[in-house]
C-alpha cells in the first residue's frame, strides 16, 4: 500500500487506525486520550519497549514516565506545537527512541499517537505522514470525548446526590457505581482542590489532567464548584491514607512544574470503606479548608482532616469563647506587659508551647540566645502565675492562643 494515499479511507475503528499507521511506519503504535489512558494499539508487532508494556498491561502511561516526559520539555512541546517530535531512547524509564504527535481539534488536545521505532529508523518523511495520521484521528477520539462528556456529567449529577446525602444506602450506591466502574472503590475519601483564582475551562482540564496522570489515587468522581474541584478518590500507591497525603502533597508541586501555575489548596476528608458516608467525608474536607484559612500566615496547612487534631472541634470551642465577655487574663497580663514595656513575652510564650517546652528550640525562633529565653519564660511565669512545667498549664494556654490566632 502507498503510504501517501493510505489514510484515504475509512477505518471502523481506532485498532485498526493504529495498525494502519504500524504497517506504514514499520513501528508498534498506540493511541491515548489527552490523560494519556490507553485507547488503542496496533496488533502482531515483534518490537516493544519497557514503556509499552507497562501502558498496555495498566491502560495507561506510568506516572514516572508521564513525569519524566514532562520534565524532558517532550510533553511541552507536544502541547505547544502542531508538528509530531522526535523522541531520543531514555533508558532509565524504558522508553525506547519514538516518535509522537498531538491529537488537536484547534487548540484543543484529544489525544497522542506514539511510533515505536521498529525495525526501520523512522525518518524525517514520517513525521508527515504521522502529522496526516493524527488529523485522521481527531474524527474518532472526538466520538469519544463526546461519550466521555455525556457520561461524565451523568456521573457528577450523581456524585451531587452522594455529597448533599441524597442518596446515602450502601447497596443502592455499590449498585450504581458497579455499572459504571469494573471495581468498587474498597476505600475512598472525598479531595478538594482549590485554586486561588478562577476556575476556567483551561484550568479545570489542566487540574484533572495531573490527578488522571498521578499513580498515587485514582479519582472516581469529578465535580466543579466556584474555584474548587471537588472529587472521590481512592488511595492506590501505597494502599491507605498515605497515598491520599502523598498526592495532595505532590499536586501543587505538579501544577507548578507543568504548568507554571502557583496558589492551590489541597484537602481530604476521612478516608471510608462504606460508600454511604461520603457526604461526611465531603463536609470534613471543607472543614479542613475552613482551619487553614483561620490559621495565622506562619503555621503549615494541614491536608487530611484526620490531622487536625483538637482542631476539629476549634469551631465549637471558639463559638463558646466568643459568647464569653473576657478573654484569659493570663494573656491579657502578657499583652500588656508587653505593649507597656516593649518587650515579646507573648510571642515568646507562643514559641516556647509550639515546641512543647524545648528551650533551644523555642531560642532559635524566636532568634534569641537560650539564656535570654530562659529569662523571658521565668518572667512570664511570674506575670501569669503559672508553672510552664505543668503539663494542664502548658495546654491550656496553648489553646487559648491558638483560639486568639483564629480570630
Known amino acids: 500500500m502507498d503510504k501517501h494515499n493510505a489514510l484515504d479511507r475509512t477505518f471502523s475503528s481506532m485498532e485498526e487506525l493504529a495498525d494502519c499507521i504500524s504497517e506504514m511506519m514499520q513501528g508498534p503504535v498506540t ?12 496488533t502482531h508487532d515483534d518490537h516493544t519497549d519497557a514503556a509499552r508494556v507497562s501502558t498496555i498491561i495498566g491502560r495507561r502511561v506510568p506516572e514516572h514516565v508521564i513525569n519524566k516526559l514532562w520534565k524532558e520539555g517532550i510533553l511541552p512541546a507536544l502541547h505547544q506545537n502542531e508538528e509530531p517530535v522526535r523522541i531520543p531512547e531514555i533508558h532509565d524509564i524504558g522508553l525506547g527512541r519514538r516518535m509522537a504527535a498531538p491529537v488537536r481539534n484547534n487548540k484543543e488536545i484529544l489525544g497522542y499517537l506514539w511510533v515505536l521505532e521498529g525495525s526501520c529508523s523512522l525518518e524525517e518523511q514520517d513525521t508527515e505522514f504521522l502529522k496526516k495520521a ?15 462528556i455525556a457520561m461524565q456529567q451523568h456521573r457528577r449529577d450523581y456524585f451531587w446526590r452522594l455529597l448533599t446525602g441524597d442518596v446515602s444506602e450502601e447497596e443502592e450506591i455499590a449498585e450504581q457505581l458497579s455499572e459504571w466502574f469494573n471495581a468498587l472503590p474498597s476505600r475512598s475519601a472525598v479531595v478538594v482542590l482549590e485554586s486561588g483564582t478562577t476556575l476556567d475551562d483551561s484550568l479545570y482540564d489542566k487540574m484533572i489532567y495531573v490527578m488522571d496522570t498521578s499513580r498515587k ?21 501505597p494502599y491507605s491514607e498515605e497515598g491520599i497525603h502523598l498526592f495532595l502533597r505532590d499536586f501543587p508541586v505538579m ?3 507543568r504548568f507554571q501555575i502557583e496558589g492551590m489548596q489541597t484537602v481530604a476528608g476521612s478516608v471510608y470503606r462504606s460508600l454511604s458516608r461520603i457526604k461526611q467525608s465531603y463536609e470534613e474536607a471543607l472543614h ?21 487534631g483538637f482542631y476539629r472541634y476549634a469551631d ?19 499583652h500588656e506587659y508587653d505593649e507597656a514595656n516593649r518587650t515579646e513575652l507573648f510571642e515568646s510564650l507562643r514559641a516556647f508551647l509550639h515546641v512543647d517546652g524545648n528551650m533551644k528550640k523555642a531560642s532559635e525562633m524566636m532568634h534569641v ?8 519564660i521565668r518572667r512570664v511565669e511570674d506575670i501569669i502565675q503559672k508553672d510552664l512545667k505543668n503539663a494542664y498549664h502548658k495546654l491550656s494556654l496553648l489553646l487559648e492562643m491558638t483560639m486568639e490566632e483564629m480570630k
Open 31 to 42: 493511541v491515548e486520550d489527552s490523560s494519556h489512558r490507553l485507547l488503542a494499539y496496533s
Open 255 to 257: 501544577m507548578k512544574e
Open 369 to 376: 540566645h537560650v539564656n535570654t529565653m530562659s529569662y523571658r
Open 288 to 308: 479542613v479548608l475552613e482551619v487553614n484559612r483561620q490559621l495565622s500566615g506562619d503555621r503549615s496547612s494541614f491536608l487530611l482532616y484526620e490531622e487536625l
Open 316 to 334: 465549637v470551642i471558639q463559638k463558646k469563647k466568643n459568647r464569653d465577655a473576657e478573654g484569659d487574663p493570663s494573656l491579657a497580663a502578657l
Open 134 to 148: 493524527a488529523a485522521k484521528a481527531v474524527i474518532q477520539l472526538q466520538q469519544v470525548q463526546t461519550s466521555h
Open 217 to 237: 489515587v485514582k479519582g472516581y468522581f469529578y465535580t466543579r464548584d466556584q474555584n474548587r474541584i471537588v472529587c472521590l478518590a481512592e488511595p492506590v500507591y
